[in-house]
């Protein structure tokens, strides 16, 4: 018993500086994400529709194909096809990054087309064109309205970041299997591995938490 | 004289600091038909849902038959409670069942019956409250009246010695009201003992064998409708008539 | 010519047995999940205090670590404490703990949208918890969990990729080995993404059916 928790002991500074490298999987993933969700979001409910299909057809794609199947594909099949040189870290935050853009866009489509009509029609009769109407009327409401998805979102990615320990990324699993197979702790080091995560993943969602606290619109609730 | 069939003693009911209930005592005989009235808050909901526990009261026994009912014996509460039907103002029809399964659930699932046997008798009782062509219809499809006289048939089917009213139309758009009144009176000519809760004091007092008027908890004067609308006693009584009367224009 | 006889005689095969690997991976561990799911939303909304504790724990553990790291604790892991499993089987019960935990809350979220007068209605007429939980509550529930659930179920067809991780070679696993040793990477797996999105697909045009059959008139508005 005191040798596992010895070997986590002296596990955890490694195990932590993985996380530091989970963290920015995490975020920069997200980021990717809301950055290719929002005008996936608004091409989706505004946009032509041959655009609309388009789109529909990219979510079905990246909703559709399992995490690790689409790792393989780019790290090892388009990037030696494309002759790319991207590091596993990159291309796990690239793929990690488009899946989200299709979850996080079917978020924010939920979001704009919860609005009421009116807000649109009320830009419009401003006179404000449709670009100026979606990006100050509408898309400042759905944004808010979708900080809860957002912060599911986020646990999501932050457990899917672990099955890039496929590609070899330095995340915590990977640190905590390197570890557990030199000092045969496998138990221990997986549990503290474990624990590591929730304690980020809570964390994380109570800072999103404070976010939807600090964005809400006084009174407005859809109930 | 017989025994009551219901007797309720000293029923309280607190919710938080709130007193909602203060030692209400009723007695009840075959074939009454007790009517409560009162201003809203006065506890009329909670002491019906006392009388069948589906609210725990903090005190106060109560008896059916001369039996006394234990909230913590199940089995003979669940027994009593199919002795006692409920109707409540918001309908509480099962939204997975149509109207036949509503009434036939009680039947097969509590009491035990044969599904054939009990779609006999569920059939019978919805044509007794003149539903018999919306059988296989969903409650979300029937009307306010509808769901109510469904919700009727569903207790009826139980047998019950004794029925609870919780302002059964209260709910109701006022041209449906007819129908559901219909029905509470058949039900009264036939002898069905019922403590029903109301504002409709003109059909009330019409039925009732005896008004109760409950204001704040407590259960402050009783007696015949004549009594109570033309000379009560009490002055809480005679204000809440006199407004009552203002409002409704009948008597 | 070469490439036709390659796909006919290595791939096909590999990624057929592959696929097998994965329905047998994929069905016993939706089923074990959902039943999962049921008892501990049930247990959480309807259980004593201790119970609903518990079972409260047990989701936020289970959804809070991630399901490489479970998986692992079942295979490697497990041996720590002289528990041997095989990698299915470690899979498998991965798979079925870690969805089940996803499933409670569906259902617990469906459980707690019921209006309470339908409890009321069912006490009133004598019925005791238990056939109260199961004849009223629970097929009300299950309609209004069925798109959660169902949305669940085509997560876990594309999370039974993982099993690779643990050694168990189902479709992913089985690609990995053929790209391993013909380099042809990009049009392997396509093909398997071709074979995953088709499942889900499939899954998701079936229980989209499942909703429907199931849909009750006036039932899909959540009332509060």
């Known amino acids: 018993m005191p040798e596992s928790l010895i070997a986590i002991g002296d596990a955890l500074p490694y195990l932590l500086r993985g996380s530091l490298v989970t963290l920015i999987v ?14 996936l979001a608004v091409g989706q409910v505004y946009g032509h529709p041959a655009l609309r299909r388009a789109i529909a057809v990219y979510v079905w794609f990246f909703r559709g194909i399992p995490l690790l199947v689409l790792l393989f594909l780019f790290y090892f099949g388009l990037c030696t096809a494309l002759d790319i040189n991207l590091s596993a870290f990159a291309v796990a935050i690239i793929v990690l990054g488009l899946i989200s853009s299709a979850y996080q866009s079917q978020i924010f489509r939920g979001a704009i087309l919860s609005l009421p009509e009116g807000q649109f029609k009320a830009a419009r009769a401003l006179g404000m064109s449709d670009l100026k109407a979606i990006s100050v009327i509408i898309l400042p409401q759905a944004l808010r309205l979708s900080v809860p998805g957002w912060s599911n979102e986020y646990s999501i990615l932050l457990k899917d970041s672990a ?13 905590a299997h390197f570890v557990a197979t030199r000092t045969y702790q496998q138990l221990p080091l997986y549990f503290a591995a474990g624990v590591i995560f929730l304690i980020l993943t809570w964390v994380g969602t109570k800072g999103l938490r404070l976010l939807e606290e600090k964005v809400r619109i006084p009174g407005y609730y859809t109930h | ?14 919710y938080g600091k709130k007193d909602v209930l203060k030692g209400a005592s009723l007695e009840v005989n075959k074939g009454d038909l007790k009517i409560l009235i009162g201003p809203s808050g006065a ?19 109560v008896w059916l038959d001369e039996q006394e009912v234990h909230y913590a014996h199940k089995r003979d509460l669940y027994a009593y409670r199919q002795k006692v039907g409920m109707i409540f103002q918001d309908f509480n029809l099962f939204d997975h069942l149509n109207a036949l399964e509503n009434v036939r659930i009680g039947m097969v ?6 599904k054939a046997e ?6 019978m009782e919805l044509e007794r409250v003149g539903l018999g062509d919306h059988m296989q219809k969903y409650p979300a499809q029937l009307s306010g009246g509808q769901k109510q006289r469904v919700s009727i048939a569903r207790a009826l089917a139980m047998d019950p010695k004794v029925m609870l009213l919780d302002e059964p139309t209260s709910a109701l758009d006022p041209e449906l009201i007819g129908e559901v009144h219909a029905v509470i009176r058949d039900l009264g000519n036939n002898g069905m003992t019922m403590i ?7 059909f009330a007092s019409s039925l009732a064998s005896e008004i109760v008027f409950m204001e704040d908890g407590r259960i402050l004067e009783r007696g015949t409708p004549d009594k109570i609308f033309n000379h009560a006693e009490n002055t809480r009584t005679r204000e809440f008539c006199s407004k009552i009367t203002e409002l409704y224009g009948e008597r | 010519m070469e490439e036709w006889l390659y796909i006919q005689t290595e791939v096909y095969p590999a990624l057929l047995k592959g696929f097998w690997v994965s329905l047998q991976l994929i069905l016993p561990s939706a089923l074990c999940g959902i039943v999962i799911g049921i008892m501990v939303g049930v247990l959480r909304v309807y259980g004593s205090r201790p ?3 518990a079972a409260n724990a047990f989701v936020a553990v289970f959804r809070g670590i991630p399901l490489v790291v479970q998986l692992f604790i079942w295979y490697f892991g497990l041996p720590y404490i002289g528990i041997y499993l095989s990698p299915f089987i470690a899979a498998v019960l991965g798979f079925s703990l870690c969805s089940g935990a996803y499933h409670s809350e569906y259902i617990r979220g469906a459980l707690l949208s019921i209006k309470r007068g339908q409890m009321l209605a069912a006490q009133s007429l004598g019925f005791t918890k238990v056939q109260m939980i199961f004849s009223i509550i629970l097929p009300q529930a299950i309609r209004r969990a069925l798109p959660g659930c169902g949305n669940e179920i085509i997560y876990l067809i594309k999370y039974s990729s993982l099993a690779y991780m643990i050694t168990c070679i189902e479709l992913t696993g089985e690609g990995k080995i053929l790209a391993s040793n013909s380099f042809k990477y990009t049009e392997i797996f396509l093909m398997i993404g071709a074979c995953y999105l088709v499942m889900t697909s499939v899954a998701a045009l079936f229980l989209g059916r499942l909703e429907e059959r199931l849909r009750l008139p006036g039932f899909e508005h959540q009332r509060i």
Do not use: W
């Open chain 2, 43 to 61: 506890g009329k909901s909670t002491l019906l849902q006392c009388i069948n526990f589906l609210v725990k009261p903090d005190e106060g026994r």
């Open chain 2, 118 to 123: 009990a779609n006999d008798r569920a059939v």
């Open chain 2, 1 to 14: 004289m017989a025994a009551p069939i219901l007797r309720i003693e000293n029923i309280s009911k607190r």
């Open chain 1, 26 to 39: 995490v975020v920069g993933a997200m980021g990717l994400g809301l950055v290719l969700g929002v005008p």
């Open chain 3, 51 to 53: 119970v609903t504790a």
């Open chain 2, 109 to 114: 699932k509590v009491k035990g019956m044969a």
């Open chain 2, 196 to 202: 029903m809760a109301t504002h409709q004091i003109g």
């Open chain 1, 163 to 175: 099955v890039t320990y496929a590609l070899g990324v330095a995340e915590i699993m990977a640190r």
